[in-house]
């Protein structure tokens, strides 16, 4: 493996030869551009620096990473623990689990956990998830939020409408 710091590359055996700490470098470092997310779909999330998130995701205000959970099944203590781990520690998780029925049972088992370690959480579905968070980051809190894409998406008047312009759009003639 090599790691390259400001110089020169270095290069390190395979076996591990760290204080215990991950270190990440942030490839954005506008001071002012945090993370959001503009949409999603059944198959992820695609963010307000264009990139897309396939799958699940843990997304921090500067930070995403792949979450390894299948659904909201597998929302447990070890898949929350990383959360709880990091430095500056979080004020609020907002997880979204889909487009699954949020039972008060599933709720407190989330809740409990992660009261031990401080942490406020809110369990929503993917779509209000995303605007929470969006809200919360864009207010410079130290927000997380764990999403799961949602099953089924739904159709609203916008979309709609927004289908409609574009196919008239495509019978437009130019005039030259």
């Known amino acids: 493996m090599y790691l390259s710091d400001s110089s020169s590359l270095v290069r390190r055996s395979s076996t591990y030869e760290s204080d ?6 942030i490839l954005n470092k506008e001071a002012d551009a945090g993370l959001m ?3 999603y779909s059944q198959f992820g999330f695609r963010l307000n620096n264009d990139m897309v998130v396939i799958g ?9 990473l792949s979450w390894n959970v299948e659904s909201h099944e597998d929302i447990n203590d070890e898949s929350l623990s990383l959360f709880c781990a990091i430095e500056p520690k979080i004020d609020v998780l907002v997880v979204g689990i889909g487009d699954h029925t949020i039972t008060p049972a599933f709720s407190k088992k989330i809740i409990d956990f992660m009261k031990r370690y401080k ?9 209000q998830a995303c605007s929470t968070f969006n809200f919360l980051n864009a207010e410079n809190r ?3 939020a764990a ?6 998406m739904r159709v609203n008047e916008d979309d709609l409408m ?3 312009i574009s196919i008239s759009k495509s019978f437009e003639v130019a005039d030259k």
Do not use: D, H, Y
């Open 37 to 39: 997310i503009n949409s």
């Open 119 to 127: 942490i406020n959480v809110e369990v929503l579905g993917t779509e």
């Open 20 to 25: 215990g700490k991950t270190s990440v470098t």
């Open 147 to 152: 999403l799961i894409p949602p099953m089924t």
């Open 142 to 144: 130290v927000v997380a």
């Open 56 to 64: 699940p995701m843990a997304i921090f205000s500067r930070t995403v």
């Open 162 to 164: 927004q289908k409609q």
